[in-house]
Structure formats: C-alpha cells, structure tokens
C-alpha cells in the first residue's frame, strides 16, 4: 500500500493491482505480506473517485472489488496483514480478506459508511460478519465508532498484537516461518478449513479425512515425517 499522501485511501487502481497479483501469484512465493507506507494502513475507499456513478457503475466496481478481495482469500499461500494506524471502511475489507492479521496497538478500526449514507461494498458484511458476528458488525456500522486495537483482539477482528512499532517485523518474521511448511499443508489449512467451516458437521468430518489423506501421503511428508523420526532423540520427545 503506497499512498501515504492519501493516508493509503484504496483507489481502482490499487484493488485491480491486488486482484491482479493474487490471481495468479509467482509459482515460488510462499507466503505474502501486505503492509503499508506511512503511518496507517488505509484510510478507506477513495471517495474522489465515487462522487457520482449510476446504480450500475456501484454495482459493476463492488463486484470489481469482491473478485479482487476473493482471489487474496482463495490464495493457496498464507497472507499476513500489518495493520496500523487507521484501518478504515474499504481497507478493513481488505485486511479481512487475509488469513492473519497483525495489529499496532495504536491501530483503529472503522466502518463508517453508515454515516456517510452508504453501505459497505467490497465484502465486510461477508468477511467481518464471519469474524466477529452480525451483531458485532451491526453495531459498527450503526454507530461508525471507532474500534481500538486491544477490542479488536478481543472480538477476533485480528488475531495478533505487535510490540509498538513492530507490526511489519513480527507480521513478516510470521510470514518466513509459516512459508517453511510443506506447501500442500498450508493450502489445505487455507482452503480446507475455509470450506469445512460452511459445511454440516458430518460433511465437514468428511472433508478433513480427504483433507488428511492427501497431506500425510505426499511426497513431502513421507520425506518430513522420515526426517523427525531419523532425527536426534531430544528433538522427537
């Protein structure tokens, strides 16, 4: 994100970017960091760009963006957020489309469409709903209030709190260590879970097993599993 005369306010060109990217990531990346010039994460939507568009230009760019927020989802490698300062309306739309997301204390949290006379449009009432719960959502967007980080936490708006500052370094140093899983595992910790959590129980049962036999009789895990149990004593337990 490298608008910070703009405080990172999300314009078209921005999100066709992201789409872009996470359509078809380079084959040898194993894991994405998004983080942000300046001090805050995004501002929100551009709205210089939104003054004046008919029913169907709105609904044409909020499926624009929902392509682009759901390639970020549907990656097959982990996708970490840094989030600091403000994470504001379509920048939270975008965070929420990450897998992990660390958070500055100082970090804030916002979707103000409500009071702004419009409604959300590039997946909250999707992604933060599924985060933190409709009436959660609701209450945000009634009130447009402000959300510090350490509610944000608490609600599972993010999953993890950086020391002052650190928020890049520790997002990043997550980013190297979850990168050095067997590939396969990590695509099935993104996609499997994601689909699991929509399904009923039994079907959801049925999937892990699948998901299970496809992981543990790869190559790569006959090759891992062969180097824990070679390897010294100690480190098997």
């Not at 990656?75 to 990450?98: D, H, K, M, T």
């Not at 409500?114 to 967007?141: D, N, P, W, Y």
């Not at 299970?212 to 100690?234: I, K, W």
């Amino acid at each position: 994100m490298n608008r910070p005369e703009k405080r990172n306010a999300m314009n078209e060109e921005m999100i066709t970017v992201v789409g872009d990217v996470f359509a078809a990531p380079p084959k040898e990346w194993k894991a994405v960091l998004i983080k942000a010039e300046g001090d805050h994460f995004s501002a929100g939507l551009d709205l210089s760009e939104h003054r004046s568009r008919s029913p169907e230009e709105v609904m044409n760019i909020s499926s624009h963006w929902h392509r682009a927020t759901q390639a970020v989802s549907d990656s097959r490698i982990p996708v970490i957020c840094a989030l600091q300062g403000y994470v504001i309306g379509a920048g939270l739309e975008l965070a929420s489309a990450a897998h992990v997301r660390f958070a500055d204390p100082a970090s804030r949290f916002c979707l103000p469409e409500g009071r702004r006379g419009i409604f959300v449009g590039g997946g909250a009432s999707v992604r933060v709903s599924r985060l933190i719960g409709v009436s959660r959502l609701t209450e945000m967007m009634l009130s447009g209030r402000e959300v510090d980080c350490a509610e944000a936490i608490s609600i599972g708006l993010c999953q993890r709190l950086s020391e002052p500052g650190r928020v890049q370094e520790d997002a990043m140093e997550y980013a190297r260590e979850v990168s050095t899983n067997a590939p396969l595992s990590n695509r099935m910790i993104l996609l499997a879970l994601a689909q699991i959590g929509e399904m009923p129980p039994a079907s959801g049962l049925f999937t892990e097993s699948l998901a299970a036999a496809l992981t543990q009789t790869s190559p790569e895990a006959v090759e891992r599993m062969n180097a824990f149990f070679d390897g010294p004593r100690e480190r098997r337990g």
